[in-house]
């Protein structure tokens, strides 16, 4: 049973528009959420993340909100930029794992920018 | 060169083949992983090392056989696959105490 879910597989945004994708998760034992862009041919880049104590990290035009009573999260994008178009994965960390740990992530949801 | 890096790049073998995949880290990682990526699913985890010793079998067919040398290097040793095993193959690492692993490009395996 999938314990990240992103429920949107494709997202497109005007350049300079704001975009949000978002991530529903199960397991309340999670307590560390990172965000992913993928480009074709290419793995996965680390873009941000939060831990379960907060409910907001910022990182220039990134940020990622962690609503934990609705084990919801989502990632701000604005202003948006064509070079954003990318597979964006949401990924979450059990408490208790320290070295070495898995990884729980969400199918991606694709996002296109337009100019 | 820098970050993960994975070898090859593209693989298509035979069911009766045997062919194995290799990761190298230059990022002083500690722990090391092989994820599964197939198509409309999201990445599975299939191994972790850490600290050479493997840590996380995740009921992975022994068609698959992972080994760690050292710290830096991974391998995935691959024998009588079949084709719904074709799939993109991601090593990658990270450092205790600190949660962002790290990805190589990949290996995309199409098994006939």
């Known amino acids: 049973d999938q314990q990240v879910k992103q429920n949107s597989p494709s997202l497109s945004v005007q350049e300079g528009r704001i975009s949000i994708l978002n991530c529903d998760y199960t397991?309340?034992?999670?307590?560390?959420f990172l965000w992913y862009k993928k480009y074709p041919a290419e793995g996965p880049t680390f873009l941000i993340s939060?831990?379960?104590?907060?409910d907001k990290n910022e990182d220039g035009r990134f940020t990622v909100f962690l609503n934990k009573s609705a084990k919801h999260l989502s990632l701000h994008i604005v202003p948006s930029q064509p070079g954003d178009s990318a597979v964006y994965f949401c990924?979450?960390?059990?408490?208790?794992?320290?070295?070495?740990?898995?990884?729980?992530f969400g199918k991606g949801t694709s996002l296109l920018v337009t100019p | 060169e820098t970050g993960v890096t994975q070898t090859p790049r593209h693989l298509v073998m035979g069911m009766t083949n045997k062919k194995s995949l290799k990761c190298e880290q230059h990022?002083?990682?500690?722990?090391m992983y092989w994820y599964k990526q197939s198509a409309k699913k999201p990445l599975e985890l299939m191994f972790v090392y850490n600290f050479k010793e493997q840590t996380e079998n995740n009921s992975v067919p022994s068609r698959f056989s992972p080994e760690c040398p050292n710290s830096s290097h991974l391998f995935l040793h691959l024998h009588t696959l079949q084709p719904e095993d074709s799939a993109l193959y991601l090593c990658?690492?990270?450092?205790?105490?600190?949660?962002?692993?790290?990805f190589g490009p990949g290996t995309r395996l199409t098994v006939l």
């Open positions: 397991n309340s034992m999670f307590d560390y």
């Open positions: 990022l002083g990682h500690n722990a």
């Open positions: 990658a690492s990270s450092q205790p105490a600190y949660h962002e692993q790290f």
């Open positions: 990924a979450a960390k059990e408490r208790g794992s320290n070295s070495g740990y898995a990884l729980n």
């Open positions: 939060i831990s379960s104590i907060k």
